[in-house]
């Protein structure tokens, strides 16, 4: 009879999981998984005790695995060890045996919070019958930075460039920016993370009722150390860092798309937030962006965003969380959630 067991992952299991990954993820995102491996993994620094990615074997051969994000989380009034659940698969002649549960419940035993986040139908059901609360779906926010340009993307060229021009009025006039100013504060990109972030979490962490902790440690990991390209944003109030934001370029299927992938300070500070967001939509129109885009749970963040002229739309990132006894409280007060693009790992 096969004897399955669940170990953490080894050096020894690297070719057999990069294989099964390959057959559920294709040959570009395996490729990109194998140069991320040890910055996503083991260089986290609230990875404590190195990467954290569950296996499962059956008769010491590799069948599945469930990989995880560890990361400290500000939970209702104190921090908790959480971590987020990603690239989770049971090779396909294994499923149906009870695998798949059992590797997420060795995940979940070992933290106080389990996050999922951006998942497939079939796994966004496992986790809710395991348990897990369901948070829905992470709102996506999106202007229209260049509407000829969008239009051509849609309609073709020769009617994009003659529609374009009536979709902008349309946008001004449905989708209006509201750009009341905060003149005490300025905007500057920089390229560090100092310590003045750590004092900028201890001030904000506790206006929100769910957020994982970003100290200056884990902003270089997040953002500078990555492989992918991320301008950094300071809002200044009399010198003093009042937030800051992150964002990225990218073009996608011949369209210039321009990500706030996040945005952070104090819920309230509206003007810091303003601030931000209007920066980086000016380098977005410097740059030829089209499209700018965020996704954003939390509801005073949402406000600044349609301040700025963002509109909801349609979302396909479903999220649910497994929490510590006694959260009903949290899971109540989700508009003071910060969740955005650069949690997890969907921005990769």
Known sequence: ??????????SGDDAELFRLYEEFFGAELTASSRRRWRWQYNANPHAEEGAVVWVGRTDATPVGQMATMPVWLWWGDKEVRASWGMDFFVRR??????????LTRAWTDHVDAAL????????????????????GKLPFFQKVIDPVAVARRRFGT???SLSGPFVAMGLRLIRPS???VDKTV????????????????????????????????????RYLDSEKPYAIWEARRDGALAGFAVSRIEDYRGLRMGWLIDVFAH???HGAKGALIRAILDAFRQAGVARAQAFCLNRELQMDLRRQGFFEGDSTSLFCVMAPAGSDDVFTDRDRWHVVFGDADMDR
């Open 116 to 135: 999922a986040i951006g998942l497939t139908p079939p796994a966004y059901a496992l986790y809710k019958r395991m348990g897990f609360k369901d948070v």
């Open 1 to 10: 009879m096969a004897r399955f067991e669940i170990g953490l992952r080894t």
């Open 267 to 269: 819920a309230s500070d």
């Open 178 to 180: 509201r750009r009341s």
């Open 93 to 102: 002649n294994e499923q149906g045996r009870g695998l798949g549960p059992r």
């Open 158 to 160: 020769l009617l994009g």
């Open 186 to 221: 300025a905007v500057v990109e920089t390229k560090q993370f100092t310590a003045e972030y750590r004092a900028l979490w201890e001030r904000a962490k506790g206006c929100y009722a769910m957020c994982v902790r970003r100290d200056p440690d884990y902003l270089r990991w």
